[in-house]
């Protein structure tokens, strides 16, 4: 199966600044099938892209995310307060579909 | 809108199986394309795919649990149910049931777009 590894573990910023999260893929990720979700604490998470750059409904465009084949990012551009939160990829392209172990976003 | 709610018991005994609802409102489960799907995150926050079921009753589920899991969909009650037999001290999680974005990927992956609040499940003798 595809290991997702996501750096870095802990990415500490300000309120807008922007922040750059990375996915990598252990193999190619079929038709680029790579998500990304934002979970606060208590919370489930909320899909944020899909197709690796597709904004799901209702995600402001500060967020944004591309790549292909084996490395992915997700780049939120000026930071709100409400965007420190823990950031998950997940490959959907090739079975079992996997996630990443997840990068917490918190201020510095 | 879409909601969806998990219920079952917080606690199960080793060796136990766990049976969990997902009951959902604001989609039908009888429409094409339309998949529930769970998904479950460790004490460590590991996320981990477990089993999709589909409109038509087509399931399927996670290569390394699959002998263990069952999902079944009941319609008339908008729920889906999930058992995990032969329960272990490892598979302690919240468990989350989602609703599968139409059209992502083969069918037996997906992304989901509306989860459940998720239903913390400890396996404790």
């Known amino acids: 199966e595809i290991v997702l590894t996501q750096s870095p573990g802990t990415l500490s910023l300000s309120p807008g600044e922007t922040a750059t999260l990375s996915c990598r893929a252990s193999?190619?990720?079929?038709?680029?099938?790579l998500a990304w979700y934002q979970q606060k604490p208590g919370q489930a998470p909320r899909l944020l892209i899909y197709?690796?750059?597709s904004r799901a409904t209702g995600i402001p465009d500060r967020f944004s995310a591309s790549g292909s084949g084996t490395d992915f990012s997700l780049t939120i551009g000026r930071l709100e307060p409400e965007d420190f939160a823990v950031y998950f990829c997940?490959?959907?392209?090739?079975?079992?579909?996997?996630f990443g172990q997840g990068t917490r976003l918190e201020i510095e | 809108q879409i909601t969806l709610r998990e219920s079952g018991p917080t606690r199960v005994k080793p060796t136990q199986t766990l049976t969990l609802t997902c009951t959902f409102s604001g989609f039908s489960l009888t429409s094409s394309g339309v998949g529930v799907g769970w998904i479950r995150q460790t004490p460590r926050q590991a996320l981990e795919y477990l089993a999709l079921?589909?409109?038509?009753?087509?399931?399927r589920y996670s290569p390394s649990l699959k002998t263990r899991l069952t999902i079944t969909k009941d319609t008339s009650k908008n729920q889906v149910v999930l058992t995990m037999a032969n329960m272990d001290p490892v598979d302690t999680a919240t468990y989350y049931c989602?609703?599968?974005?139409?059209?992502?990927?083969?069918?037996?992956?997906?992304?989901?777009?509306?989860w459940g609040q998720g239903s913390l499940v400890t396996v404790s003798s």
């Open positions: 079921i589909y409109w038509d009753d087509d399931k």
């Open positions: 989602a609703h599968r974005v139409p059209g992502t990927g083969s069918w037996d992956v997906g992304v989901f777009d509306y």
């Open positions: 997940q490959q959907y392209g090739n079975s079992p579909q996997t």
């Open positions: 193999e190619i990720v079929g038709s680029n099938y």
């Open positions: 197709g690796a750059s």
